[in-house]
Structure formats: structure tokens, C-alpha cells
Nanobody, 126 residues
Framework: QVQLVESGGGLVQAGGSLRLSCAASGRTFSRYAMGWFRQAPGKEREFVAAISWSGSSTYYANSVKGRFTISRDNAKNSVYLQMNSLKPEDTAVYYC???????????????????WGQGTQVTVSS
């Protein structure tokens, strides 16, 4: 089992920044690829960003590319999402997830992740 707890969400004005954190406990964190997803009211959960188990490769949704950065610190069992130039359409609950597969063919699919956090709310005002 892997337990994931997100933090760092909040209310920010458009153009601002937030840094989300996801702390993991349980089985070996460094064995898992990590992803960030988000879900806005009335919409399906969508992929945001992912990082391989080693941190050597990352992948982003087109909507956040160039604005968001995913990183991880395996020594701290943590993954991060730095969000810059935030837009109102970034408003959503953000979830981190852990899965055993690395590779772009897997990252975007929610079914490829075994463990999920409870989510943290990000609200961007215009």
C-alpha cells in the first residue's frame, strides 16, 4: 500500500503561482511513476503531468506545458507540482497518483495508477 497526501492548494489570482506537494508513505516510493491529475466540477478527471520513477523523464498536458513543472525527491518520498502563470481554467481539485508504469503511453490514463490522494483544491480568480 502507498498512502498519498496532497497539500499546497488554495486561492490565487490569475497570473499567480502555487506549489503543490504530495507526500507518500508505505511501500517504496521510488519504484513508482507519479502523476498529477485534476478535476473541475462537472468534468472528468484529466491528466496534468507525470514523472518517471527516477525523475529522469517528465510529461505534460498541452494545456499546462511551459507553465507547470513536476519534480520529485525520492529521499523525501515527495512529488511536487510548481504551477506558474495560473489561469481561471486551472481551477480544479488536484490529485497525485502513483503507478508502476513509466512511459508516455501510460501516464495519461487514470487506470494505470494504483494509488490516489484525497485531492487539494486550487482556485484561480480572474
Amino acid at each position: 500500500q502507498v498512502q498519498l497526501v496532497e497539500s499546497g492548494g488554495g486561492l490565487v489570482q490569475a497570473g499567480g503561482s502555487l506549489r503543490l506537494s504530495c507526500a507518500a508513505s508505505g511501500r517504496t516510493f521510488s519504484r513508482y511513476a507519479m502523476g498529477w491529475f485534476r478535476q473541475a466540477p462537472g468534468k472528468e478527471r484529466e491528466f496534468v503531468a507525470a514523472i518517471s520513477w527516477s525523475g529522469s523523464s517528465t510529461y505534460y498536458a498541452n494545456s499546462v506545458k511551459g507553465r507547470f513543472t513536476i519534480s520529485r525527491d525520492n529521499a523525501k518520498n515527495s512529488v511536487y507540482l510548481q504551477m506558474n502563470s495560473l489561469k481561471p481554467e486551472d481551477t480544479a481539485v488536484y490529485y497525485c497518483a502513483a503507478g508502476p508504469y513509466s512511459g508516455t503511453v501510460y501516464y495519461t490514463r487514470t487506470t494505470m495508477y494504483d494509488y490516489w490522494g484525497q485531492g487539494t483544491q486550487v482556485t484561480v480568480s480572474s
